[in-house]
């Protein structure tokens, strides 16, 4: 097969287009690191929440050597 020599103005055109679509996905690729960046904080913020609520209302857990479990809350007699 023999290669063929381009125009300098198109091998130009061709190389505007790739970085134009090279720059497209580096800011796809930035959005997508900044929306699972979003979603982990969003996880850590949930996991804190979700932990002071139950230090408020879990006021002891026992665990006996069969598996059994007790559970008692702070607002349980």
Do not use: C
């Amino acid at each position: 097969m023999k290669d063929k020599l381009i125009s300098k103005q198109e091998f130009q055109l061709k190389r505007k287009d790739r970085k134009t679509r090279l720059k497209e996905l580096l800011k796809q690729d930035r959005d997508v690191q900044d929306e699972v960046k979003e979603a982990i904080d969003q996880l850590e913020r949930h996991d804190e929440y979700l932990h002071q609520a139950l230090k408020v209302l879990i006021k002891e857990i026992q665990i006996y050597p069969d598996g059994k479990l007790d559970i008692h809350s702070s607002f349980a007699n």
